[in-house]
């Protein structure tokens, strides 16, 4: 079956009470059994001739390619997020790094070998990766005397083994590889999804005998925004032309449409296609634009 409205509103609300933990998502696929079926939306965005700030006609075109873990993990991912951009201020007063300092001190201090910080992240409703980088950050003040670069330390991030502290080093990592939404491990496997996306993509543009520009080849020509596909010789889908391809390997809610739109659509419409009024695109998953394609 695929995605209803009102089934996204009813997982969007049940992760409003739960953390971004592995333990999470097993709950979330308990109460979604049925996630199983659920399909991706291709949704297609048609701008409204004369204003570029509106769209005239939003829907969805259902698929046939079954995503349910990638789905409500995407789902969960987002919804997440949403939360920690509604709380983040609060997490980074003066007072509150101290106070989770101290109590982070506190626990090595009784049981140096207990998830301390994890357990500390849980309790206040932070992601694990961004607690850890606030008392990293206070560590690493104290240690030096002056505030660390970012550089140092999403390099210590990535490989606590870099920490001079071995307690607070471990502690870390246990806070880095039990974070679904957060930190290096998540923004690796993010990125290795959208290339592996790319890649199939690609593949089945060349299979289809397509003729088109990738991302590179626009970047090397002076353009510094760029869709990751323009077709040469347009094609037509579901009766709307198509001239340029975006891959995105997440799940398309409002909230992110809205974002994408902003940032890099409207610009790709301005630079590349603002001469053709009756233009449309396709703001495609990997597989919906495989699907279609075929």
């Not at 789902?75 to 109590?103: M, N």
């Not at 593949?203 to 590179?216: D, G």
């Amino acid at each position: 079956m695929k995605l209803s409205k009102a089934q996204y509103d009813e997982i969007a609300q049940f992760l409003g009470h739960v953390q971004p933990t592995r333990q999470s998502l097993r709950k979330l696929k308990e109460r979604f059994p049925s996630g199983k079926e659920v399909l991706w939306d291709s949704t297609c965005l048609i701008p409204a001739c004369g204003d570029g700030n509106k769209l005239s006609e939003v829907y969805a075109l259902p698929t046939s390619v079954s995503q349910s873990q990638s789905t409500l993990l995407s789902i969960f991912s987002q919804e997440y997020q949403k939360q920690i951009k509604r709380t983040h201020a609060k997490h980074h007063t003066a007072e509150a790094i101290e106070t989770y300092y101290q109590r982070y001190l506190s626990g090595v201090m009784k049981n140096a070998a207990a998830p301390v910080l994890l357990e500390l992240a849980n309790e206040v409703d932070f992601a694990p990766s961004l607690m850890a980088r606030i008392v990293l950050e206070r560590f690493l003040q104290e240690q030096e005397g002056t505030i660390p670069s970012k550089t140092l330390i999403n390099s210590m991030l990535r490989d606590p083994s870099q920490i001079p502290d071995g307690v607070l080093a471990n502690q870390i990592y246990q806070c880095t590889v039990n974070d679904c939404c957060y930190g290096p491990l998540v923004d690796c496997i993010k990125h290795a999804i959208g290339h592996e996306h790319e890649v199939l993509l690609r593949e089945m543009l060349l299979e289809k005998n397509l003729s088109f520009l990738a991302e590179e080849q626009l970047r090397a020509k002076g353009y510094d925004k760029t869709p990751d596909f323009i077709l040469e010789v347009p094609v037509a889908v579901e009766g709307h032309i198509i001239h340029w391809i975006e891959s995105k390997a997440s799940f398309g809610d409002e909230c992110s449409h809205q974002a994408y739109l902003h940032d890099q659509f409207w610009s790709y419409w301005n630079r590349f296609f603002s001469e053709l009024p009756g233009w449309s695109h396709f703001l495609w998953h990997a597989e919906q634009a495989l699907c279609h394609l075929n």
